[in-house]
């Protein structure tokens, strides 16, 4: 990946996040949600497949995680090992982006739900 297509990925990331930020993370009420997405892969230490990211949203804020390896939306410092262990990382950002209309359509319906349980909960009568 080119210096400029680095630079536009990580825009995109920064936009993500702060959509996350801004429209999911206030209207989560306690809760939690993960989306699991991109390319299936096994794992051999405990034999199993599941998708190589998952993205976890939670009133702390946004992170993700690929194999054991924990990820953050953005690198925390400029060394190659914080940016390797982020979202900017071409192949995670890259499958975060192609992946980012049915995450964000998980998220979105998870916000109903817990939206439509608030309302159940508040206006419940016998």
């Not at 940016?83 to 900017?88: E, K, L």
Request: with cysteine.
């Amino acid at each position: 990946m080119t210096k400029e297509e680095q630079g536009k990925l990580r825009s995109n990331i920064e936009k993500i996040e702060a959509y996350i930020k801004a429209e999911i993370i206030p209207r989560l009420n306690g809760t939690r949600v993960s989306v699991d997405f991109g390319d299936m892969k096994t794992y051999v230490g405990t034999p199993h497949r599941e998708r190589e990211y998952h993205l976890s949203v939670s009133p702390n804020g946004v992170s993700g995680w690929t194999g054991n390896l924990g990820l953050t939306m953005l690198p925390e410092d400029d060394g190659p090992i914080a940016f390797r262990r982020s979202f900017c990382f071409p192949d995670a950002g890259v499958a975060l982006l192609r992946n980012w209309p049915d995450i964000k359509k998980t998220l979105l319906n998870h916000i109903k739900d817990v939206e439509e349980t608030n309302v159940l909960l508040d206006d419940f009568t016998v």
